[in-house]
T-cell receptor, first 111, second 119 residues
Framework: EDQVTQSPEALRLQEGESSSLNCSYT??????LFWYRQDPGKGPEFLFT???AGEEKEKERLKATLTKKESFLHITAPKPEDSATYLC????????????FGTGTSLTVIP | GAVVSQHPSRVICKSGTSVKIECRSL??????MFWYRQFPKQSLMLMAT?????????EQGVEKDKFLINHASLTLSTLTVTSAHPEDSSFYIC???????????????FGDGTRLSIL
């Protein structure tokens, strides 16, 4: 069964304190892994797509990496405006266009 | 800027009312749109895949007579929650792929969701 697990469930960081969020997945053939940011009361906002192990994508203070079993979202020197829930989703080869979402990591960056 | 628009953003209504939620792709045509439901502090649960010009594909456990989906044009899908009850209260979100290939591995772009509260 395809599964996506994110950890930690919640993370509190001081401003400037770098850390990483984890997304572990088990799918029968990965077509793509997607990272989203979701603010309270809003829909998810697309951040990155990763397609193959070893791939990395970077945007401002965020960097996403991918292995055969997991993905990391690294946050360097976070700011309070980075506070949000970060969602990971995977797309498998045998399930059409369906996305499987993890339960997310709620990040709070304290000034 | 936003590529998927969802309306209304919030609905509060009495039990037994039917509620329609619209999802529009703003600058592209979407043959497929998706409808999700999200409970507090939980992940997105796919309810159904909306296919332009044909019937929607519902996930297991989702009542098709309760959640009516219509995808009459390439830019608009609607979700109607029929005879809504308090247990239907939730956050409903739609999404769409920008490209129209049958098996896209492009990201889904999401609307801002609709908070439905049934009294």
């Amino acid at each position: 069964e395809d599964q996506v697990t994110q950890s930690p469930e919640a993370l509190r960081l001081q401003e400037g304190e770098s850390s990483s969020l984890n997304c572990s997945y088990t799918v029968s053939g990965l077509r793509g892994l997607f990272w989203y940011r979701q603010d309270p009361g809003k829909g998810p906002e697309f951040l990155f797509t990763l397609y193959s192990a070893g791939e990395e994508k970077e945007k401002e203070r965020l960097k996403a990496t991918l292995t055969k079993k997991e993905s990391f979202l690294h946050i360097t020197a976070p700011k309070p405006e980075d506070s949000a829930t970060y969602l990971c989703a995977v797309q498998a080869r045998d399930t059409g266009n369906q996305f499987y979402f993890g339960t997310g990591t709620s990040l709070t960056v304290i000034p | 800027g936003a590529v998927v628009s969802q309306h209304p953003s919030r609905v509060i209504c009495k039990s037994g009312t039917s509620v329609k939620i619209e999802c529009r792709s703003l600058d592209f045509q979407a043959t497929t749109m998706f409808w999700y439901r999200q409970f507090p502090k939980q992940s997105l649960m796919l309810m159904a895949t909306s296919n332009e010009g044909s019937k929607a594909t519902y996930e297991q456990g989702v009542e098709k007579d309760k959640f009516l989906i219509n995808h009459a044009s390439l830019t608009l899908s609607t979700l109607t929650v029929t005879s809504a009850h308090p247990e239907d209260s939730s956050f409903y979100i739609c999404s769409a792929h920008r490209d129209r290939t049958p098996l896209s591995n492009q990201p889904q772009h999401f609307g801002d969701g609709t908070r439905l509260s049934i009294l």
